[in-house]
């Protein structure tokens, strides 16, 4: 649909553009590694993850392997697992940053970033969080996935708790890719509002908020309208050979 393409578009933007400015300038050492740090968490949580987080709610994705429940839910573990793994690596960028010019973790450094100690202490913190949640939810989403596939879909109620877990980490890593993305120097004003303008758009334009499920409400419907189509073909195809 076209709301599902222009959240693919701005969401694409906001990557490209977080990658543009973490890149634009190489630098070595602790520089360096840092980054690589927006660079790997752009990837994970501004495409990979919201990928993922909204790969149950679009309508009408190319080819019909991808209108079932399984197709949906292999995709969505491929995006989320390797947003988790991007993240991961993002986090290791960091602290060898850190480790390199020899400053400590928890503490505020002016050597990467600017703005009000507090916010980036709230940064800091929040990213943290924001970490134990997505591993805790990685294994959760393997148990559910597991019950999903053994029950074939029959159990789709057990472990809920996976999708609260993923709307949490997924606001709050947004919220907090906003806040990294205000308080490191390296990019420009101008940057940095293109940017947050592309990735709260990109959100706005998700499947979710307008109260509908996309493929989730309409999955029944589109499988009869597809098979009905192929019927179709087959008849006029059918009928050109006689």
Known sequence: SGKDSLNFLFM???TALIAH?????????????????????????????SLGFWMYNYEDLPGEWIDTRSSRRKIHGFCQASGAALAVAGYFMTYQAHQDAGEALFAVSERFSEGETWLRLAHIFVGYVCLVGLLIQVVVGILK??????????????????????????SLANLNLLSGLWL?????????AIISLTLL??????????????FLSNEVKKG????????????TFGRSEI
């Open 201 to 214: 758009t990109s959100l706005v334009f998700g499947p979710r908020w307008d109260g509908t499920r996309g």
């Open 21 to 49: 400015g973490a890149l634009a300038r190489p630098a070595d050492g602790p520089e360096g590694y840092m980054r690589l740090h927006p660079f790997l968490m752009g990837l994970a949580f501004s495409l990979m993850i």
């Open 224 to 235: 009869r309208a597809k098979r009905r189509r192929g019927e179709s073909t087959e008849n």
């Open 12 to 14: 694409g933007g906001s």
């Open 184 to 192: 490191w120097k390296e990019y420009s004003i101008a940057i940095r």
């Open 145 to 170: 996935y597991r019950i999903l596939v053994d029950d074939d879909d029959g159990n789709d109620g057990e472990w809920s708790i996976h999708e609260l877990i993923g709307n949490a980490v997924f």
